[in-house]
């Protein structure tokens, strides 16, 4: 059977990755989730001074580049890929509220996108591929054969990751958690580097209103559906 590469984007805290991971398993596919590559140039700006509450060094975390290598191992016992930052294990680290803090000036930087994208547009070459993020239908992928664009209100996401942040322990306040997706949207829609657009070509699926497993059928039968045209 023909593999198709599927690009998801959207907005922060839509359930991408979760969507995106339940259909790479479902259809033997790879996924990547971009936005952990991103956090993870964040984790390793705030590990080396590039970035803090009041300042970016831009300039050193652009020099630093070369020195960081991000990699992706698969986890069996977890069922998805987990993100390695020079060789250590960063999935629980790049997941905080600080790092979601940090992320989008450090996904501003244009140096910082183009070595993530060319990364990125390297692990699609053999199709068969889903991948996350917010510029992968625009950007990375922008001749992908299904384009997802994810949506929902900003409340409805906050209240998504307050509850995640929460069963993890995160002592954080859904106040705090709602400034974040604001922020991050504000911010991932206006930079100048590939702002979060949706793809003319891709499909918009709102999930304020639909669970995980209606939002999983509908877009498993747009796949399906890519699939048998091709
Ligand atoms: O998907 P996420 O919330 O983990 O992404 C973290 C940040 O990374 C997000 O605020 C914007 C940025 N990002 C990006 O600019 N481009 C991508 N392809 C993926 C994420």
Redesign the pocket.
């Known amino acids: 059977m023909k593999k198709i590469i599927v690009a998801i984007d959207g907005f922060?805290?839509t359930g991408?990755s979760t969507l995106a991971k339940q259909l790479a398993k479902q259809l033997g596919y790879v996924y990547v989730d971009?936005?952990?590559m991103?956090?993870a140039v964040a984790l390793f700006a705030m590990q080396n001074n590039c970035i803090g509450v009041d300042f970016l060094d831009k300039g050193k975390l652009v020099d630093s580049l070369p020195f960081i290598k991000l990699n992706f191992k698969f986890n069996p016992e977890l069922g998805f890929a987990e993100m390695y930052l020079n060789d250590v294990n960063v999935e629980t680290e790049i997941r905080t509220l600080e790092v979601s803090n940090y992320?989008?000036k450090v996904?501003e930087i244009s140096e910082v996108r183009a070595k993530l994208v060319e990364q990125q547009q390297e692990m699609g070459k053999e199709k068969g591929i889903i991948m996350?993020?917010?510029?992968?239908g625009t950007v990375v992928f922008p001749k992908a054969e299904l384009k997802i664009f994810m949506t929902a209100g900003a409340d409805t996401r906050a209240q998504r990751r307050f509850d995640e942040l929460q069963a993890k322990g995160d002592a954080v306040t859904y106040e705090e958690v709602l400034k974040n997706v604001v922020d991050?949207d504000y911010v991932?829609t206006h930079r100048e580097d590939s702002p979060l657009v949706m793809a003319e070509d891709a499909i918009e699926i709102d999930n304020s209103y639909l669970n995980r497993k209606e939002q999983f059928d509908v877009v498993l039968e747009l796949i399906n559906d890519v699939i048998e045209a091709e």
């Open positions: 922060s805290s991408k971009t936005g952990a991103y956090r992320v989008s996904a996350d993020g917010r510029d992968i991050r991932d």
